[in-house]
């Protein structure tokens, strides 16, 4: 989430607490709802930011018109996935012609992270604002979170420079450590405010967390336990994870959302795959054909905000990559699901001969460096790699072994090269990439 979208009372606090509300009279009663009552509803919810598209935003009443549906009004999904995929280049450049002009009144703007360079402008209501709370109540209720429980927040956090690395939000009971401070010295220090504070939850990116996690093990740290830990907003590998677990004595419930607020689902705490909540948004999981897979089957994340009428995002490609689920969980929640993340689409790195690597070898491949505390791939425009690697001693075997893996999946002809690092560089928003590609197909 953005600079532009800081905290404040009006906004996050109603919002937090309009949340809840709908979190309760809603997103409670899921586990009674069956697969059809999902599809009759989220279809239902469809059919109305299409028809509210149709008449106050012009974009949508030309491409429309390309189209079967008649009036703005669609009675299946054949019409609706007639609708044009909307790229988030498209976004950034028509950002005024997306937008309904009338929704003057309990907007804000917010803005992508800008993790390809150049961050996209988005609209939000503030209904749709409260029913993201909404949808992360009930994300954490997966953990047997109350409302108002204690947690600790380890993202979102960027503070001034005269500003504390700890911060209390008293509305919602969560206390906020700084993700772009993760030196020893900031480390330590937020030990000793958990200590103090003892919250019930720990939340944050799955870096940040995975870093907090290392110095507690590294300093013998054995104290600190939380309920459930709760990770967010950049891939999840098996080795962070496992990191996570073993030092807080907790369990990782990940979740996947974007701040574009058009999709959202919850790792089952029993079963692994992700729930979608389904009234929050419609997702497909397309082909490069745009032709949706089957379960089992990867491909590029296309969803449909059911809830932001201030500016409409229809079949808008977040940029992601996720594998489709089978829709029936152990658990008997029937909600539609996601079986993993696979990650960033600009996160595949590009041979010498054109072709795409997937991000999901490489972190299978690093799950067998334990060893390590955490890689970075960069791909530079010219295609060459430079793998940098966390580790107190980086001996020439591990570094061989490294680098045999990388060819082997990258192939012979490009330049390879390891680097040991003490920290990796992360976003302005605290934010860390694992794999970042510049190189053009």
């Not at 974007?258 to 919850?266: K, L, R, Y």
């Not at 680097?419 to 976003?427: D, N």
């Amino acid at each position: 989430m953005s600079k532009t979208y800081r905290y404040n009372f009006f906004v996050d606090g109603y919002s937090a607490l309009v949340g809840k509300i709908i979190a309760n009279r809603l997103h409670s009663n899921y586990k009674n709802f069956t697969k059809e009552d999902f599809e009759k509803i989220a279809f239902r919810r469809l059919q109305k930011i299409v028809l509210h598209a149709y008449k106050r935003v012009n974009y949508y009443r030309d491409i429309f018109d390309g189209t079967s549906i008649r009036d703005g009004k669609i009675e299946s999904l054949q019409q609706f996935q007639e609708i044009p995929i909307l790229s988030r280049e498209f976004v950034r450049n028509n950002y005024k012609h997306l937008i309904d002009k009338r929704q003057k009144f309990f907007v804000t703007r917010a803005t992508t992270s800008g993790s390809a360079g150049i961050a996209t402008p988005l609209l939000q209501g503030i209904n749709q604002i409260a029913f993201d709370f909404a949808s992360i109540w009930w994300s954490f209720g997966f953990g047997g979170y109350k409302f108002r429980d204690s947690m600790a927040t380890l993202r979102s956090y960027v503070p001034d420079a005269n500003q504390s690395l700890w911060s209390e939000d008293r509305v919602r009971g969560f206390y906020f450590m700084s993700a772009y401070h993760l030196d020893k010295s900031s480390l330590a220090y937020y030990v000793e405010k958990i200590r103090e504070t003892r919250p019930k939850f720990l939340r944050g990116y799955p870096h940040s967390l995975s870093e907090l996690a290392a110095y507690c093990i590294e300093e013998g740290v054995t104290d600190i336990t939380f309920k459930n830990a709760y990770t967010c907003s950049e891939n999840l590998s098996e080795i962070q994870r496992n990191q996570i677990e073993h030092a807080f004595n907790t369990k990782v419930i990940d979740r996947y959302g974007n701040i574009e607020m058009v999709a959202h689902a919850t790792q089952c705490h029993l079963a692994g795959e992700y729930h979608i909540d389904p009234l929050y948004g419609w997702v497909e999981i397309v082909n490069d054909n745009s032709v949706e897979v089957c379960a089992g089957e990867s491909g590029r994340v296309i969803a449909t905000g059911l809830t932001n009428f201030a500016m409409p995002l229809i079949r808008y490609e977040i940029g992601d990559v996720a594998v489709k689920g089978s829709g029936n969980c152990d658990c008997g929640l029937q909600t539609p699901t996601l079986q993993s993340i696979v990650g960033r689409i600009d996160d595949a790195l590009v041979k010498a001969d054109g072709s795409l690597i997937p991000p999901v070898n490489f972190y299978t491949m690093f799950q067998k460096f334990p060893q390590l505390n955490g890689f970075k791939i960069i791909q530079s425009e010219d295609r060459s790699i430079v793998v940098e690697v966390r580790s107190a001693q980086l001996n020439e075997s591990v570094r061989q072994d490294i680098l045999t893996g990388m060819r082997s999946r990258c192939g012979p002809a490009l330049e390879i090269s390891v680097k040991p690092v003490m920290q990796f560089e992360l976003s302005v928003f605290g934010k860390f990439r694992n794999i970042k590609s510049y190189a053009k197909k």
